[in-house]
Every structure is written in C-alpha cells, then in structure tokens.
C-alpha cells in the first residue's frame, strides 16, 4: 500500500494523473491497458492466505499469475514448510 501512494498507483492499477513521475519500474511493471502491477510473486503453501490478498483493498493488482498457493498449511514450521510441502511449489516459482 505504501508503494502505491510512493508511486502515485491507484488501488486498481491506475496511475493517479497528479501522481509522481517516476512509477519505480523496479517495484511496478506497465501492464495492457495503462495498468501497472507489482513485480513480486506471493507463495505460501496456506490458499487461505492468497484469499486475503485476493479480497482485500489492493486485489486489482494482482493477476493469479503472481500468486502461488499450496493446500495446505505447514503449521507455522519453517522446517515443513521449506523442505516438505515448500518443495512442491519450486517449479512454479522459479518459471515465473
């Protein structure tokens, strides 16, 4: 949220007409459409935390190809979720 209002980027995208000039091409990337998108991805192996991005106030920005979520939770375990069920997903992430 604080990138946005850095970059002058609407909650949808859109970049405010009186926003700053620089749109930080390191942080967004210009999408179709005059849109601009973060250029990060979100992984978690919990779907229900993809479900907060997706309906919170800031779900224009993202496109389901930025965000990667398993099917279940590693309960909190950093060991489960990095060599067990965090495996799974290391593909996906390394081809986007």
């Known amino acids: 949220e604080l990138y946005c209002l850095e970059h002058g ?23 179709p459409e005059a849109r601009f ?26 496109g389901q190809e930025q965000l990667i979520a398993g099917k279940r939770s590693s309960g909190g375990a950093y060991s489960a979720g990095k060599c067990t069920h965090g495996k799974l997903y290391i593909d996906a992430i390394m081809d986007r």
């Open 9 to 31: 980027i609407q909650a949808d995208g859109s970049r405010e007409e009186c926003g700053p000039h620089d749109v930080g091409s390191a942080i967004f990337a210009e999408a």
């Open 37 to 62: 998108v973060p250029r990060c991805l979100f992984v978690d192996t919990e779907p229900d935390a993809m479900d907060e991005v997706l309906k919170g106030p800031h779900c224009g920005l993202f």
